[in-house]
């Protein structure tokens, strides 16, 4: 079961720190997404090919075009090898902006 695996996987190879953050889904030429309950309980073989399994994360971006304007939220599924660089290339593709300037409020 995917399941079985990925608990595994996340136990012996993700840093402790990251393991509350990780989940699994499935990465084809259109993006990420998350595998659904039924699929973590399903075997590996019973999935299309073409798709490869992976661990990400999901990022949690506001967009703010100015002053005075609502910030727009937006969830980023991001790999766990993604730099900074990648994350601002994928933000600049979904929502077609020229610049981008990101900043942290951690």
Known sequence: MMNTIFSKYKKHY???YLQKW???GK???TGISPLSENELKSSASQHDDGFRFVTYGEINISIIYCEGIRPQSLL???LLTDNIEKIKKQIQ???RLK???LK???
């Open 104 to 106: 942290s409020l951690i």
């Open 14 to 16: 993700v840093p402790k």
């Open 76 to 78: 980023l599924p991001a």
């Open 99 to 101: 610049t981008t300037e």
């Open 22 to 24: 990780i989940k699994i």
């Open 27 to 29: 990465m084809n030429e």
């Open 93 to 95: 593709e979904l929502k």
